[in-house]
């Protein structure tokens, strides 16, 4: 059993494993696509392979769709070259469920793979003849929060991106540089509407791609390297939209248990490859069953229809409050939490951590006491019940292979967010009194310890990634596992910076107990687990 057109030609054997498999005539749907694609998305990482991908096969097998996805990638090419094309575009979708229970699906609704490289003269034509096409509706994006930047962690400019504004739309090298020039062609084309829609994980992420869209549509008008009309289309949203989003599936790097599943079951060529760029891929993806996505409805082209397939179509008011809910309150400080308390306690999976009494008590009185209340209900998700979906569905399942140290990643990134919201919120409240707030401000505490590079046993760690790794560890090289430390005078100058936590923590009234929870889980090895039993379960 090969993952291939070839080898699914045998369904049986394929249906006799209890793989689900595509139900339309692919060849038909590939040819329709070709002629007249309606949805372009760039990125061919996991949660499209996983999510996207999956809804619109869902749509082709009941017949409400009749065209298939055609996906690009810009920045590793590499899995198209080696992953896409050897297997046809098919993806094996393994669902692993809180239950036990494993679904296996045969993904075969990406009927075209291309590379985003403007020197790759057949590559490049290919995507501007798409960008042509009257029928384009959708071009969306997960290129990661970092792939609209056009600066780097000084605020410089990209030197891609500085040399693709200076040269202009022919043969662009950065990634934005090179969507904008297919933009523009689609512009040239006659002005054709179309809906640019960033799927990734960040707040307000239309207005990010836009700002990066529109600085390139500028420069390129100011300098006489493309048509003037070109930055109004862009600024017209009857013409160009840039809708915000929220995107949720936990699609983990491809993990060797559910390889075992599958090579159990006949399929061969099922290794993993890490590309020259480090990006592992393989032929597979694992992920968790629950979703949401939820999109701000403006598509000046019209839209495909994905309600059925469970995407959320609304305004964007209601788009920025289901972000809020699940950034803010009901998931992201849930995931950072165990995070920093996984790596500094030696776990190596979330779901193992919810077995722990006092990691459990964290983050349920993190999410129901502490910020359910400043949370706005979005009304078209429940806030509780996404609450409840998380902690008794999505964290515990034993067959998601997360990690803490993976969510870890940039956490001096998302503290602001994740927590500095519900502060705020709580400085802005005739009822609420920031000062009752005990285990956020231990969490903070928690990643100060976490920094250290020492879990509770007294072990060196290698923490995980973060672009502020080396202004932030030098606060706490000095600290040791013992008692009576000036913790306040290593790490008072870091609790004002408003960029790490989203709010000056002296000003707030939190660092005193920031503080104080630090130098208790720096007495000794068992200090971290200690102060948790003392302050969540107390």
């Not at 045969?106 to 590559?123: P, Q, W």
């Not at 504004?165 to 054709?192: C, D, F, N, W």
């Not at 307000?204 to 836009?210: A, E, H, Q, S, V």
Request: proline share 5%; glycine share 8%.
């Amino acid at each position: 059993m090969k993952l291939n057109e070839q080898g699914l030609k045998d369904r049986l054997k394929w249906e006799e494993a209890e793989y689900s498999l595509p139900k339309f005539d692919r060849g038909k749907v590939m040819a329709a696509t070709k002629e007249n694609p309606f949805w372009i998305h760039f990125g061919a990482g996991n949660i499209f392979r996983a999510f996207q991908a999956n809804v619109v096969q869902n749509l082709l097998n009941e017949g409400i769709l009749d065209k298939g996805l055609v996906v690009a990638e810009g920045f590793d090419y590499e899995i198209v070259e080696k992953m896409n094309r050897p297997h046809d575009d098919y993806t094996l979708l393994v669902t692993l469920k809180a239950d036990g229970n494993v679904d296996k699906t045969v993904v075969g609704s990406v009927v075209e793979s291309l590379i985003l490289d403007s020197e790759n003269e057949k590559e490049y034509e290919r995507l501007k003849e798409i960008f042509r096409k009257d029928s384009l509706q959708m071009v969306s994006f997960t290129i990661t929060e970092k792939g609209y930047s056009l600066v780097n962690g000084k605020g410089e400019v990209l030197p891609a991106v500085a040399e693709d504004l200076e040269k202009g739309p022919e043969k662009p090298m950065s990634y934005i540089g090179k969507v904008v020039s297919l933009l523009y062609t689609r512009y040239q084309a006659g002005e054709k509407p179309v809906a640019m829609v960033s799927m990734d994980n960040c707040s307000r992420n239309g207005d990010k791609l836009y700002a990066a869209v529109k600085e390139f549509a500028l420069k390129w008008a100011e300098k006489g390297l493309a048509d003037k009309g070109f930055l109004a289309y862009v600024n017209t949203k009857e013409k160009v939209s840039f809708p915000w989003t929220m995107i949720d599936k936990i699609t983990p790097r491809p993990d060797a248990s559910v390889e075992a599943i599958l090579k159990a079951d006949g399929i061969e060529g099922l290794e993993p490859v890490i590309t020259s760029k480090n990006t592992y891929v393989a032929p597979f993806v694992n992920a968790e069953e629950c979703e949401y996505l939820v999109i701000e409805d403006a598509f000046p082209n019209g839209k495909p229809d994905l309600e059925k397939g469970g995407v959320m179509f609304t305004e964007r008011e209601t788009v920025d409050k289901v972000e809020k809910m699940k950034v803010c309150t009901c998931l992201n400080p849930l995931h950072t939490a165990l995070a920093v308390y996984g790596c500094l306690l030696g776990y190596k999976k979330i779901s193992e951590e919810m077995k722990d009494a006092e990691l459990t008590g964290l983050i349920e009185t993190i999410g129901y006491k502490e910020g359910l209340p400043v949370v706005v209900d979005p009304g078209i998700l429940d806030p509780k019940e996404f609450i409840d979906t998380v902690l008794k569905v999505r964290f515990p399942n034993p067959f998601m292979p997360d990690t803490p140290q993976r969510i870890a990643t940039d956490t001096s990134q998302k503290l602001a967010i994740r927590y500095g919201e519900t502060i705020k919120a709580y400085q802005a409240s005739p009822k609420l009194n920031v000062k009752d707030l005990k285990l956020i401000p231990l969490v903070f505490a928690g990643w100060l310890r976490y920094l250290m590079g020492v879990d509770d046993e007294g072990n060196a760690f290698e923490i995980s990634p973060d672009p502020l790794k080396d202004t932030v560890c030098p606060y706490v090289a000095g600290l040791k596992l013992e008692e009576g430390q000036e913790v306040e005078a290593a790490v008072g100058p870091l609790l004002k910076m408003k960029q790490i936590f989203g709010v000056d923590l002296y000003e707030a009234g939190l660092a005193d107990k920031v503080c104080g929870y630090l130098k208790e889980m720096t007495k000794g090895v068992g200090a971290v687990r200690a102060t948790l039993k003392k302050y969540v379960l107390s």
